[in-house]
T-cell receptor, first 114, second 111 residues
Framework: GAVVSQHPSRVICKSGTSVKIECRSLDFQATTMFWYRQFPKQSLMLMATSNEGSKATYEQGVEKDKFLINHASLTLSTLTVTSAHPEDSSFYIC??????????FGPGTRLTVT | QQQVKQSPQSLIVQKGGISIINCAYENTAFDYFPWYQQFPGKGPALLIAIRPDVSEKKEGRFTISFNKSAKQFSLHIMDSQPGDSATYFCASTNTGNQFYFGTGTSLTVIP
């Protein structure tokens, strides 16, 4: 299957700082990438849909000014959590879609805000 | 309205047994039905998927059964192993623009 990488895998930051998470499709081009947030023992919560070369589409209730998404190329999307607070601590997962609608996930990023 | 309903929430199976997880969907326009396997602290991994033009797809010990008229699909894990212990999510989509996930099933395979 296709490979999606995510970096960093784990990050601890202080309250008020910003954190950037990178998501890369390693062996295919992805016009669409998704960003999810997952709470313990729960399903995936879609945050936003990222399309190459255009603005991301955010789900209802997700603050676009807080969670900045950039899809600069067909293989790279970034999520920046701005002015992070403890309630932003979570497991963030990206995914990329192949041309035949297969969705491949990254390994996830564990964010802890202290 | 929840687009995809998944059951059971948790499942305990003896080693060598068959694990069965069920999903039901609402939107008849959905045309792609994947199953994902997720281990703790890891991202979900695409396990197997089916499109509505077939009623069954088998890959090794994993089989998807699809019932278009009932709008249901299920994952069967044959000869379940302790290494299969994970959380399984079903999903549905059309065009791949948005995926709707089930709530997940925590599978435990007892040695």
């Amino acid at each position: 299957g296709a490979v999606v990488s995510q970096h960093p895998s784990r990050v601890i930051c202080k309250s008020g700082t910003s954190v950037k998470i990178e998501c890369r499709s390693l062996d295919f081009q992805a016009t669409t990438m998704f960003w999810y947030r997952q709470f313990p023992k729960q399903s995936l919560m879609l945050m936003a849909t990222s399309n190459e070369g255009s603005k991301a589409t955010y789900e209802q209730g997700v603050e676009k000014d807080k969670f900045l998404i950039n899809h600069a190329s067909l293989t790279l999307s970034t999520l920046t959590v701005t002015s992070a607070h403890p309630e932003d601590s979570s497991f963030y997962i990206c995914s990329a879609i192949t041309g035949i609608h297969e969705q491949y996930f990254g390994p996830g990023t564990r964010l802890t805000v202290t | 309205q929840q687009q995809v309903k998944q059951s059971p929430q948790s499942l305990i199976v003896q080693k060598g047994g068959i694990s069965i997880i069920n999903c039901a969907y609402e939107n008849t326009a959905f045309d792609y039905f994947p199953w994902y396997q997720q281990f703790p602290g890891k991202g979900p991994a695409l396990l197997i998927a089916i499109r509505p033009d077939v009623s069954e797809k088998k890959e090794g010990r994993f089989t998807i059964s699809f019932n278009k008229s009932a709008k249901q699909f299920s994952l069967h894990i044959m000869d379940s192993q302790p290494g299969d212990s994970a959380t399984y999510f079903c999903a549905s989509t059309n065009t791949g623009n948005q995926f709707y996930f089930g709530t997940g099933t925590s599978l435990t395979v007892i040695p």
